[in-house]
């Protein structure tokens, strides 16, 4: 009988250990890909509501809808 439960318990914790690894493995992809690319975008921020300061040139760099490159877009099409 404790041979059973001891397989039990071993495949309890092999789904807990995997599970524990997938969330990992994407909370570490989750952090790259905001650090690298996804933080750049306003529209992202806003929707996490990590939005700061709005007067920031930093803030805005990426942002891709912002008034000037509107504008110019504008200006090239007509």
Same mark, same amino acid.
Request: no cysteine; aromatic share 8%.
């Given at each position: 009988?404790?041979?059973?439960?001891?397989? &039990?318990?071993?495949?309890?914790?092999?789904?807990?250990?995997?599970? &524990?690894?997938?969330?990992?493995?994407?909370g570490i992809g989750w952090f790259l890909?905001? @650090?690298?690319?996804? =933080?750049?975008? @306003?529209?992202?921020?806003?929707?996490?509501?990590?939005?700061?300061?709005?007067?920031?040139?930093?803030?805005?760099?990426?942002?891709? =809808?912002?008034?000037?490159?509107?504008?110019?877009? @504008? =200006?090239?099409?007509?």
């Open positions: 009988m404790s041979h059973f439960v001891t397989d &039990i318990l071993l495949v309890i914790l092999g789904l807990v250990a995997s599970v &524990i690894i997938v969330l990992s493995i994407v890909v905001w @650090k690298f690319f996804l =933080s750049r975008f @306003k529209f992202v921020r806003e929707l996490l509501g990590t939005v700061s300061e709005p007067n920031s040139e930093a803030s805005n760099a990426g942002a891709i =809808s912002s008034p000037t490159r509107i504008k110019s877009r @504008k =200006s090239r099409l007509d």
